[in-house]
């Protein structure tokens, strides 16, 4: 059974070591080796822990091996209250294809963040843009360029923030 927590700050090295196999396995089909490893500079155990001050990051666990397998966050966006933002979306490559990402994002759609944003971003890898547009995501401002950090930037509006509004 896959179930869903709050990440804990012991969670810290496992995540870490997930976003880090993710990343040399599957992102690396996008990105040269050196992108992916400066962007690992910035994904580090101690990263996650800081972060889960600001954000909700929530882990996946496969209760048979007993195992973090997908992990993602969702914020405000640069503080705003009817914004948000994702972040550090990561399926285990071994997970990757049956539906684990589908539920990431479904659990962050139903968290306070989201629910009070009229618009939530995300920065996507060229790796995860197919996927994030499936899930309703589409090009902020229509642009469909990288941006200097080689991501696209997606957004969705959410229409229950605008409806609670009225």
């Not at 962007?39 to 580090?44: F, I, P, S």
């Not at 399926?91 to 684990?100: D, F, K, N, R």
Request: aromatic residues 14%; contains cysteine.
């Amino acid at each position: 059974m896959i179930r869903y927590r709050s990440f804990k700050n012991s969670d810290a090295e496992e995540v870490s070591r997930l976003v880090k196999e993710t990343m040399l396995t599957t992102n690396i089909k996008d990105y040269s080796k050196e992108y992916v490893e400066n962007d690992l500079k910035r994904l580090t155990a101690q990263d996650f822990k800081e972060r889960a001050k600001y954000f909700h990051c929530y882990v996946f666990i496969d209760d048979a091996v007993n195992k973090i397998i997908a992990v993602g966050s969702i914020g405000a966006y640069w503080g705003k209250k009817d914004e948000g933002s994702l972040f550090n979306i990561f399926v285990s490559p071994e997970y990757q294809g049956q539906g684990i990402g589908k539920r990431v994002i479904q659990v962050l759609e139903q968290d306070e963040y989201f629910n009070r944003a009229k618009r939530i971003e995300i920065p996507s890898s060229i790796t995860g843009l197919g996927f994030y547009q499936k899930m309703g995501y589409s090009f902020k401002n229509g642009q469909d360029a990288l941006d200097d950090e080689q991501l696209y930037r997606l957004e969705k509006f959410n229409k229950k923030a605008y409806d609670v509004e009225s």
